[in-house]
């Protein structure tokens, strides 16, 4: 009976191996209220961001990240940014204040979701996968982890790399996804 019963257990944790985590299986709350699943993002190229409404990064990034979700937003790439206030508090309003500003300052396109903690015992469970998979844990605001299309972590960056010195390595990505759809007709 034993050794029956540790079959079962090790068929079912083998089962549960197969069907690991990637990016697109978390639900998170978007900035109106709403949960919202990221395996509509699935096929596509994301660029997840931590970001921040008053840090000395602010104005370029969410230039950089307004211009490439322009770019390339139309071909299964999608910016996805996760407002923090755990970096020197520079994120204090609430998920309404914030939407509301990025919209009216930088006229902010992509998916906006609710205020986290990407670091600590508090962190989202989305930034624990993303620290766990990249092995790299934002230490100030607007880290970037590159998203390939099955949820897999490609590559992550502080802030002091632009969004424009990454762009060549997304604009790879996206070539790809469109061979693939051309060979796919």
């Known amino acids: 009976?034993?050794?029956?019963?540790?079959?079962?257990?090790l068929t079912l944790f083998s089962l549960t191996e197969s069907k690991q985590k990637d990016f697109y299986t978390f639900k998170v709350v978007n900035?109106?209220?709403?949960?919202?699943?990221?395996?509509?993002?699935?096929?596509?190229v994301s660029l997840v961001v931590n970001v921040a409404s008053e840090c000395g990064f602010t104005e370029e990034h969410y230039k950089d990240l307004q211009q490439i979700q322009r770019d390339?937003?139309?071909?299964?790439?999608?910016?996805l940014a996760f407002p923090c206030n755990q970096f020197g508090q520079q994120e204090p309003g609430s998920d309404?204040?914030?939407d509301s500003f990025v919209r009216r300052v930088y006229g902010v396109s992509f998916p906006l979701f609710s205020k986290i903690a990407v670091v600590g015992t508090g962190a989202n469970n989305v930034y624990k996968y993303l620290v766990e998979?990249?092995?790299?844990?934002?230490?100030?605001?607007?880290?970037?982890?590159?998203?390939d299309v099955d949820g897999k972590v490609v590559d992550a960056w502080g802030p002091k790399v632009s969004v424009?010195?990454?762009?060549?390595?997304?604009?790879?990505m996206m070539r790809q996804i469109i061979l693939k759809k051309k060979e796919e007709l």
């Open 164 to 172: 424009r010195e990454i762009r060549p390595k997304i604009a790879e």
């Open 31 to 44: 900035s109106r209220g709403k949960l919202v699943s990221l395996e509509k993002y699935r096929g596509s």
């Open 72 to 79: 390339y937003g139309p071909y299964h790439f999608n910016v």
């Open 133 to 147: 998979s990249s092995e790299m844990e934002p230490d100030w605001n607007f880290w970037k982890y590159l998203i």
């Open 1 to 9: 009976m034993l050794p029956g019963a540790l079959a079962v257990l």
């Open 96 to 98: 309404k204040d914030i």
